[in-house]
């Protein structure tokens, strides 16, 4: 049986659940963490998103990743290896399902960082494209078996012409605004 990937009206206890998480790794991580960020739809106010909160923590360095990941371990995070490990490690918590929350690792100053926050800014100020991204969130969706990693993988792939699209105009209009 296909379970359709789940995309929900935005739900304004999100942020809250970003603060208290950001909390929550900020303790564990300390100085680890240059910056921890709300990331992803949930970030984005008013917008329909998957119910998981996308957490981006900024790191002088990406390698060794033991440095960071056997304290998020200790929250139950679990390091998944992929290709973008050389650029933005991901990490979930496999005991809870479905998943609630996400980390992507990136180094502080650097290009997924900056790009990250440029597409979830720009999305907060342009609802135009905003509502564009969410239509094309929900058509995905409705081809997705949310059970089947590929089929969530090929959901991830089918938006990234538009993400990409949309961090150029970005980058080219001074995203992020507020980026130190």
């Given at each position: 049986?296909?379970?359709?990937?789940?995309?929900?009206?935005?739900?304004?206890?999100?942020?809250?659940?970003?603060?208290?998480e950001?909390?929550?790794?900020?303790?564990?991580l300390?100085?680890i963490?240059?910056?921890i960020?709300?990331?992803?739809?949930?970030?984005?106010?008013?917008?329909?998103?998957?119910?998981?909160?996308?957490?981006q923590?900024?790191?002088?360095r990406?390698?060794?990743?033991?440095?960071?990941?056997?304290?998020?371990?200790t929250?139950?995070?679990?390091?998944?290896?992929?290709?973008?490990?050389?650029?933005?490690?991901?990490?979930?918590?496999?005991?809870?399902?479905?998943?609630?929350?996400?980390?992507?690792?990136?180094?502080?100053?650097?290009?997924?960082?900056?790009?990250?926050?440029?597409?979830?800014?720009?999305?907060?100020?342009?609802?135009?494209i905003?509502?564009?991204y969410?239509?094309?969130?929900?058509?995905?969706?409705?081809?997705?078996?949310?059970?089947?990693?590929?089929?969530?993988?090929?959901?991830?792939?089918?938006?990234?012409?538009?993400?990409?699209?949309?961090?150029?105009?970005?980058?080219?209009?001074?995203?992020?605004?507020?980026?130190?």
């Amino acid at each position: 049986m296909v379970k359709e990937l789940q995309i929900l009206s935005y739900d304004s206890r999100w942020p809250l659940a970003f603060e208290a998480e950001r909390d929550r790794i900020a303790q564990r991580l300390g100085p680890i963490a240059c910056r921890i960020d709300h990331n992803g739809s949930t970030a984005v106010p008013g917008l329909d998103a998957k119910p998981i909160i996308d957490i981006q923590i900024s790191v002088q360095r990406l390698q060794p990743i033991r440095g960071y990941a056997e304290p998020l371990a200790t929250l139950g995070y679990v390091h998944v290896p992929h290709v973008d490990d050389a650029f933005c490690p991901f990490f979930h918590r496999p005991r809870e399902w479905p998943h609630t929350h996400h980390v992507h690792v990136v180094e502080s100053r650097g290009q997924e960082e900056r790009r990250t926050l440029a597409f979830r800014d720009f999305l907060r100020d342009h609802s135009d494209i905003a509502t564009e991204y969410v239509a094309l969130k929900k058509r995905l969706a409705a081809l997705t078996d949310a059970t089947k990693a590929s089929s969530r993988e090929a959901y991830a792939g089918a938006k990234s012409e538009f993400i990409e699209r949309v961090v150029q105009a970005a980058l080219a209009a001074g995203y992020p605004r507020d980026y130190r």
